[in-house]
């Protein structure tokens, strides 16, 4: 037996699989109404995200928080502050999110470097518009 919100009630496989399937949407709308509002983890902002990503290996909640935290307090997050960090500094803020520091600040130097250069220091909006528009990138 499994619980189905739409029913309400505690439901066979098979006869969920007969009722009208939810959308997902209503899904979501559900998933909210049983577990409440959820907050992410990580940042939203596409360019955040991807330095929150380097932020740890392996890359994992536990690991990117750390490194994000040592980031944001000793760097910075701008493309500038990354581009003028020297790699070292760099690469000791982000020891505690993990394996490989060095490598992995060398990656969020480039990626700072096509952010500034490429998208004019905002990759949000490199991404709006139709999704043939940004699929390329």
Not at 4 to 32: F, W
Not at 97 to 123: H, S
């Amino acid at each position: 037996m499994i619980y189905t919100p739409r029913a309400g009630c505690l439901c066979s496989r098979g006869e969920v699989m007969r009722k009208n399937r939810l959308t997902v949407p209503e899904l979501l709308d559900h998933l909210e109404r049983f577990y409440g509002k959820q907050a992410p983890g990580w940042p939203t902002d596409p360019y955040l995200f991807l330095l929150w990503w380097y932020c740890g290996y392996p890359a994992s909640d536990v690991a990117c928080n750390k490194g994000w935290k040592e980031l944001t307090g000793k760097i910075g997050t701008d493309p500038e502050a990354i581009l003028a960090a020297r790699p070292a500094a760099l690469a000791a803020a982000l020891k505690p999110g993990g394996m490989l520091p060095e490598l992995r600040a060398e990656r969020m130097k480039e990626l700072a470097v096509r952010i500034k250069d490429e998208f004019d220091g905002d990759l949000r909006t490199a991404l709006t518009g139709p999704l043939q528009t940004f699929a390329k990138l």
